[in-house]
């Protein structure tokens, strides 16, 4: 599978946040193309580096939607990644949020339809004639 998404990425700092886009390889979990939004790394280094570092995460979205995930940072060669575990639940949620038509939800009480649990319940409710 050759399918690589755009992402915003987040590198969070004690006190500041640095955004960023790149290119998600959904086959491999490698971010690829990573230009940083106001601030630049080859003189400042990765966030990553800094000593008020906390955390990387990325965004995938489609349209009003968006699916939230952890990245790794390679300090050694400066690479992004999403390890295999998450990125088997992401391309989970992802298929999931490409799939649902603008407005649609996977939780059917969000879109104000009973569960299905609660439909089954009322069918056998009805009385046959």
């Not at 570092?53 to 349209?63: A, Q």
Request: charged content about 25%.
């Amino acid at each position: 599978m050759d399918l690589k998404l755009p992402i915003t990425i987040t590198d969070e700092l004690s006190d500041s946040i640095i955004k960023s886009s790149g290119m998600l390889d959904l086959a491999s979990g490698e971010i690829r193309s990573v230009e940083y939004e106001n601030y630049d790394a080859s003189t400042q280094g990765l966030p990553a580096e800094d000593q008020d570092y906390e955390f990387t995460s990325g965004t995938l979205s489609n349209g009003k939607r968006e699916v939230e995930f952890g990245i790794q940072v390679d300090l050694v060669t400066g690479l992004y990644s999403v390890t295999p575990n998450e990125l088997l639940e992401l391309k989970g949620r992802a298929a999931k949020l490409f799939t649902l038509a603008p407005g649609e939800t996977t939780r059917p009480e969000a879109s104000g339809k009973p569960p299905l649990a609660s439909k089954a319940a009322a069918q056998a409710k009805r009385k046959p004639r």
